[in-house]
């Protein structure tokens, strides 16, 4: 298993896209954590995006997921950056291998 950093940029002028498609996108997210491939998440402060961080396969299986986030069906993410990444201290190091 490996593990991803997602960084999503919100479209420009999406908060109310977001606003209505944060309950099913939070639903999403949270079925994901549930089975453990969803280790945390959350909005930036100011509003123009999101970090998640995933537990997959590999990168296909990564896109897939993504590709059904409620968030991205309604056309409210402009960007998204996705990085491996290898936590070696704090509370995620644990999920990292």
Do not use: C
Request: charged share 20%; hydrophobic share 45%.
């Amino acid at each position: 298993m490996t593990v991803f950093a997602v960084e999503y940029v919100y479209a420009a002028d999406s908060t109310a896209a977001r606003d209505e498609s944060r309950p099913a996108h939070r639903a999403w997210l949270s079925t994901l954590a549930d089975d453990g491939r969803l280790l945390t998440s959350g909005p930036y402060g100011d509003g123009a995006g999101a970090l998640l961080i995933f537990k997959v396969q590999d990168e296909t299986e990564l896109n897939e997921l993504l590709k059904q986030d409620p968030f991205a069906l309604a056309g409210t993410i402009a960007g998204i950056r996705t990085t491996e990444w290898t936590p070696v201290i704090g509370i995620l190091a644990a999920h990292a291998s």
